[in-house]
């Protein structure tokens, strides 16, 4: 016989950790939004209090400060371009990849999946000294395509849609197939309508990964004309006079807009991870 008594307990126990693991999340991003609507003054006097949470007098001063200081439309374009070009071109190539790995039949197949696993583990940061010397070399520095070119392969969006193309069921090709289509166009008409989910999450994937990248900017830009947002930001930190309501506010900005993108998608994102994260 099943106690209702523990079984209420356990679920006030889940729902307490996980209302505490909400808070403990959702706390940095408040803070941060509560201290960049207020005057500069009140910012440093009221942290480490709970009124740290709460501005009393809502204020955009800081925010009008920002845009005055540096060029934040500028930062926003470069890391929206950026951004953009490496999740729209990573979507095609790697969904491509993706398929062809999952469905089709060719020499080194297994060979070429092995490799895509293998580079799951390598971290970029050992990557990027033998990329810096050869982008250079064919003269990329300071262009937005050598913040592009390094990102749009990559081998965890090749394995989420291999893992999301396997779970598809293998009646869709095989009718497009009687009706005389290629590999290209079964994917184009008939996968890819079936796949919105795992696209969405790949998409996100990305935007997450790379919207906040620092190191490689850091390592490729020198002029402001392609410096994206993470630049921007620790360009400003140190830019004197150091007014920390006006860095604040820089960080909302920042966050912004891969908040907003991530609360319009969330749904599409949860299916993908589900689909795609318990296949393969």
Same mark, same amino acid.
């Given at each position: ?83 953009? *070009?490496?999740?729209?071109?990573? *979507? ?49 520095? $300071? ?35 009687? $009706? ?67 860095? *604040? ?32």
């Amino acid at each position: 016989m099943i106690d209702s008594g523990a079984t209420w307990r356990q679920l006030l126990a889940v729902v307490g950790l996980l209302t505490f693991l909400s808070i403990l999340f959702v706390a940095p991003i408040v803070l941060i939004l509560a201290g960049s609507l207020k005057p500069e003054a009140r910012v440093l006097s009221e942290a480490g209090t709970l009124r740290a949470f709460f501005p009393t007098r809502v204020s955009l001063q800081n925010y009008r400060d920002v845009f005055e200081r540096v060029p934040v439309v500028l930062y926003l374009f470069n890391s929206g371009l950026i951004n953009g *070009l490496i999740v729209s071109l990573g *979507l095609i190539v790697n969904s491509l990849a993706g398929y062809a790995l999952a469905r089709l039949r060719w020499p080194g197949r297994g060979r070429f999946l092995l490799l895509v696993l293998a580079l799951l583990i390598i971290p970029f940061e050992a990557l990027s000294v033998p990329l810096f010397y050869a982008l250079s070399a064919l003269g990329l520095r $300071d262009t937005y395509m050598v913040q592009v070119l390094p990102f749009v392969a990559n081998p965890l969006a090749i394995y989420l849609f291999y893992s999301f193309f396997l779970s598809l069921p293998a009646e869709l090709e095989e009718a497009a197939q009687l $009706d005389g289509a290629g590999p290209l166009r079964t994917f184009v008409v008939i996968i890819v309508p079936n796949a919105k989910p795992a696209f969405a999450t790949v998409a996100i994937v990305m935007l997450l990964f790379h919207w906040g990248m620092y190191l490689w900017p850091l390592l490729m830009t020198a002029g402001e004309s392609v410096r994206p947002l993470p630049l921007g930001i620790a360009s400003f930190y140190s830019l004197p006079p150091r007014q920390w309501g006006d860095i *604040l506010a820089f960080s909302i900005i920042m966050v912004l807009p891969v908040l907003l993108l991530f609360m319009i998608f969330q749904r599409a994102f949860v299916r993908g991870v589900a689909s795609s994260g318990v296949k393969g």
